[in-house]
């Protein structure tokens, strides 16, 4: 039995149930060169981030809410690039079979979050929480509460799975205990996390 067995599963999407390395960093980077911003600094920001909020720490001047549907539209000409996650199918045909409640929690809009899940060929979560739906992005801990109360659950009932610094952040602050897969940061990144793993089928342990 896992540690985390019975908790309410709340995912994070890119870089944990789906691959779209990609798409997100061609995307920004088009967006970086219409606008003459730094791409490197950009992409430095990004990991974990709503458009807009990267837009108001990038890019002040401009208007974060027309910005975010510009660098969507970059992102979703680039959705055939989208795959899941190795293990991802696995992990999640092993909670449905247990009945175990999930949901995704993510920093893309609802727009780009549907379309990657489809991409990618994994199950439509029953909640899912996007950037559409939350005042405040990751690391604040808004996402991840809101989560926990469309489920139905009390946060300490939860555990997040993570990719990032600030998604990692995120969990914490809400309360939850995190699981951060080290598949687009290096560990010493979320090494602040509950548990830190190198892949799905190592999440699949701890969960049940």
Excluded: Q
Excluded at 13 to 40: I, K, M, N, Q, Y
Excluded at 138 to 156: C, D, I, Q, V
Excluded at 194 to 200: Q, S
């Amino acid at each position: 039995m896992g540690e985390f067995d019975g908790a309410t599963v709340l995912f994070d999407l890119d870089g944990v149930l789906v691959d779209s390395g990609t798409a997100v960093r061609e995307g920004l980077l088009a967006w970086a060169r219409e606008r003459d911003l730094d791409p490197a600094r950009v992409l430095g920001h990004s990991h974990g981030r709503t458009n807009a909020g990267l837009v108001a720490l990038v890019a002040p001047h401009l208007d974060p809410e027309a910005e975010d549907l510009v660098i969507e539209g970059h992102e979703a000409a680039l959705g055939d690039t989208v795959r899941a996650m190795p293990g991802a199918h696995e992990l999640l045909a092993a909670l449905r079979g247990r009945g175990r409640p999930w949901a995704v929690v993510t920093s893309g809009s609802h727009r780009i979050a549907t379309a990657r899940i489809a991409a990618a060929g994994l199950p439509l979560p029953g909640v899912l929480v996007t950037a559409d739906d939350v005042g405040e992005g990751k690391p604040h801990p808004e996402p991840y509460l809101l989560g926990a109360e469309r489920m139905g659950a009390a946060p300490s009932a939860c555990v997040v799975v993570e990719d990032s610094p600030g998604g990692v952040h995120a969990g914490l602050a809400a309360g939850m205990p995190v699981v951060a897969v080290a598949s687009t940061t290096a560990r010493e990144h979320v090494a602040h996390a509950t548990a830190v793993v190198d892949d799905l089928t190592a999440v699949a342990d701890l969960l049940m």
